[in-house]
């Protein structure tokens, strides 16, 4: 089951694309945009990745964080990061502990078949790390800067 608003965000450490762990707890006391995407690479978790990165002096401004997470390998994230030059933090979760703890571990269905994938869901997170917001099945146009207008509104 997703987590929903109020809820206090399960802690992680996850290997980064930059070669450093990234831990949630280590932002607290500050805004935390943690979202969840398939594949780097594929068209729509581009698209998501380089809107947000857009945005990431506005998000800085506000004092919050970018995070994506995917099952993708950190060596995996280095190379979307690099090819788009992306800003935000990008997390492998290769074995899909915390995807599953977020709730964004999902069946799908593509052309009659069911299948498990991670959901495109995207969480707010205030200071406390008690989630504010939560996106579900995200349409990636326009959805970044819905993003930043409500981390606008924790200020």
Same mark, same amino acid.
């Given at each position: ?9 399960p %802690? &992680? ?13 280590? &932002? ?7 979202? &969840?995407?398939?594949? %780097? ?10 809107? &947000? ?14 995070i994506?997470?995917s099952?993708?390998t ?21 074995d ?27 969480f707010?997170? %205030? ?9 579900h ?19």
């Amino acid at each position: 089951m997703s987590l929903k608003p109020g809820d206090l965000a399960p %802690d &992680f450490t996850l290997p980064g694309g930059d070669g450093t762990d990234i831990t949630l707890s280590a &932002f607290a006391g500050k805004p935390v945009v943690v979202y &969840f995407y398939p594949k %780097d690479d594929t068209p729509g978790c581009t698209t998501e990745a380089i809107d &947000f990165s857009a945005r990431i002096a506005d998000f800085r401004a506000l004092a919050c964080t970018v995070i994506g997470i995917s099952k993708d390998t950190a060596a995996k994230h280095a190379k979307f990061a690099a090819k788009h030059d992306l800003k935000v933090l990008l997390a492998s979760d290769v074995d899909g502990t915390v995807i599953e703890a977020w709730g964004v571990w999902i069946e799908k269905k593509l052309y009659g078949r069911a299948y498990m994938g991670i959901e495109r869901a995207t969480f707010l997170l %205030d200071g406390d790390r008690k989630v504010r917001e939560v996106w579900h099945s995200v349409k990636v146009k326009g959805h970044a800067d819905a993003v930043l207008e409500a981390v606008k509104a924790l200020a």
